[in-house]
Nanobody
Framework: QVQLVESGGGLVQAGESLRLSCAAS????????MGWYRQAPGKPRELVAG???????NYSDSVKGRFTISRDNAKNTVYLQMDSLKPEDTAVYYC?????????WGQGTQVTVSS
């Protein structure tokens, strides 16, 4: 089993920054990939950014150039630095982890960007 604990959400104004963190614990020996999805009210969950154990990174087009994902393998923690936030970035952000073929999810953290 793997547990994910997220932190760092909040309320900010447009143009400001936030940093999300997601720490994994439990059976983390076979982590393949970690990253972030988000879900806005009335919309499907969408991938924001992901990072492979080998370092390959991908971003959704909507956040490229504004968000940066990084990972501390020693701490089994993934971060999402969000700069130049926009009101359309408002959503619940979920951390995910793929371990031995199983997907685990965090509890979600609210990010609200006011205009």
């Amino acid at each position: 089993q793997v547990q994910l604990v997220e932190s760092g959400g909040g309320l900010v104004q447009a143009g400001e920054s936030l940093r999300l963190s997601c720490a994994a614990s439990g059976s983390t020996l076979s982590i393949n990939r970690m990253g972030w999805y988000r879900q806005a009210p009335g919309k499907p969950r969408e991938l924001v950014a992901g990072i492979h154990i080998g370092g390959t990174i991908n971003y959704s087009d909507s956040v490229k150039g504004r968000f940066t994902i990084s990972r501390d393998n020693a701490k089994n923690t993934v971060y999402l630095q969000m700069d130049s936030l926009k009101p359309e970035d408002t959503a619940v952000y979920y951390c995910y982890l793929i371990n031995s073929g199983t997907v685990y999810w965090g509890q979600g953290t609210q990010v609200t960007v006011s205009s």
